[in-house]
């Protein structure tokens, strides 16, 4: 029998109408509360993933659900993703299912009037059409002044990304800066090439008077998707006339002036690439090295699974370009201080195991760099130091960060989605790497996610 061939809207209908059925006949878990409604799935053009979106009554049914019930409610849905996803790739005969995201829909409110939706509620924005690597490459030749935003806690791909991308910009005698306000971690700031402004000061109105005060022509997100993950630079980002985004996770929602989100890339490093070429630029070696960082960091040294024929085949060109593969490694990989193992020790230290070893979940106080020294930046890498012991399907580094909030990294490496974990706590990223930043000091946090292990591993 042939396999059906859906896209797009039809495929997220049908989904909405199997996923639907279960909740009536099949899916009875306690925590869905009141009654549960599938408003809506969203299915991507190519059928590897789609958004379920959901509504519900709140306990006592007249009432709007509690944050709490929400949660419990996305979390009986992740219980539940196996069972789903079997039942969608049965019932629409589908040679591959796609993975599935839930999210409560605050666009549609049991037991209010239309006027307090509009007045209250803090709607999201209708999701746009995918632009091309040509839609963008002409917003960009049509623009003059662009600043570049990295995501929070810059990795090699997103500074390698906004860096490359603000050089060749620069060679089309463009305005381009990226815009920072944390320290670039010591190990990836040989790529800067004199790209980066810090808005710190600016943004706490202690200097830089005037630097960010005007509008300017476009504003780029790159290898993120949500303002919220570039910190106070959104009041910056804001002052964009025409808004950007650059990214490749199935997180990412297209509500900007130009979205490109390519989730079967292994890098955002990626599509800057394609972009460049699409305007004609041959990268310079600090472009291509830029480039080659931001690939090299986000296919772990091309071990990952998302490592494709595509990214070798871009470093392969990007070494014809003059790019060093030993310094680069060295650069990144082996130039550690010793206080970086001091903290590793420190961290593992707080290591608790789950179901035999199939999980790590480790902590790290502010204390602790204090203890050993270390800096900031030198925490990155330890989730997957975690995934990398034998028998270790998932591995959780939560970090204390400022205002006792807490930022969680989650690595998988070949069953486990930690996005939709991620998802729980307002973040998300990709099945087998993903993230979030929490309200909650480490140790509740870690309490939480070792008793949802414990029940889904």
Not at 164 to 178: G, T
Request: with cysteine; glycine share 8%.
């Amino acid at each position: 029998m042939a396999k059906k061939n859906f896209r797009g809207g039809r495929i997220g209908e049908e989904i909405r109408r199997i996923i639907s059925d279960l909740l009536l006949r099949e899916l009875k878990d306690p925590r869905f509360g009141g009654m549960v409604s599938i408003s809506s799935v969203k299915a991507s053009d190519d059928g590897s993933f789609a958004t379920v979106y959901f509504t519900m009554l709140g306990s006592d049914v007249a009432s709007e659900p509690t944050e709490a019930e929400k949660h419990d409610a996305i979390d009986a849905f992740i219980n539940a993703k196996g069972l789903i996803r079997s039942e969608v790739g049965s019932r629409l005969e589908l040679r591959y299912t796609p993975d599935l995201r839930f999210f409560y829909d605050t666009t549609e409110e049991y037991g209010r009037h239309i006027e307090r939706l509009i007045d209250e509620l803090d709607l999201p924005e209708e999701e746009k059409p995918l632009n091309t690597i040509s839609d963008l490459a002409v917003a960009l030749k049509d623009s003059q002044t662009i600043r570049i935003f990295p995501h929070e806690n810059p990795d090699g791909d997103t500074l390698g990304s906004s860096v490359a991308l603000c050089l060749a910009l620069r060679d089309l005698d463009k305005d381009a800066q990226v815009i920072i306000d944390e320290k670039i971690p010591d190990n990836i700031a040989f790529i800067v090439n004199d790209c980066c402004i810090h808005a710190d000061n600016w943004l706490d109105g202690t200097g830089d008077e005037g630097l960010f005060d005007d509008e300017y022509d476009m504003a780029v997100l790159v290898d993120v998707g949500e303002t919220t993950r570039i910190g106070r630079r959104g009041e910056i980002f804001d002052k964009g006339l025409n808004k950007m985004m650059i990214d490749h996770h199935v997180s990412s929602r297209a509500i900007y002036d130009y979205n490109l989100i390519d989730t079967s890339v292994a890098a955002a490093a990626e599509i800057v690439y394609d972009i460049l070429r699409d305007l004609g630029i041959t990268p310079d070696t600090p472009t291509a090295e830029a480039i080659y960082v931001g690939i090299l960091t986000d296919t772990g040294r091309f071990q990952f699974s998302n490592t494709t024929p595509r990214a070798h085949q871009i470093t392969a060109e990007l070494l014809n370009l003059g790019v060093n593969p030993n310094h680069v490694s060295t650069e990144i990989y082996h130039n550690m201080r010793l206080q970086k193992l001091y903290l590793e020790n420190a961290v593992m230290s707080t290591t608790i195991s789950v179901c035999g070893g199939k999980g790590l979940v480790a902590l790290l106080k502010k204390s602790m760099l204090e203890e050993t020294g270390a800096m900031e930046e030198e925490t990155e890498g330890l989730a997957e130091k975690l995934r990398s012991f034998r028998g270790v399907e998932v591995s959780v580094f939560l970090r204390e960060i400022e205002n006792g909030k807490t930022r969680g990294s989650l690595r998988s490496k070949s069953s486990y989605d930690v996005a939709a974990l991620a998802q729980k706590y307002g973040g998300g990223g990709h099945i087998r790497a993903a993230g979030f930043t929490s309200d909650q000091a480490p140790e509740q946090l870690r309490k939480e996610i070792v008793k949802i292990l414990n029940e889904t591993l």
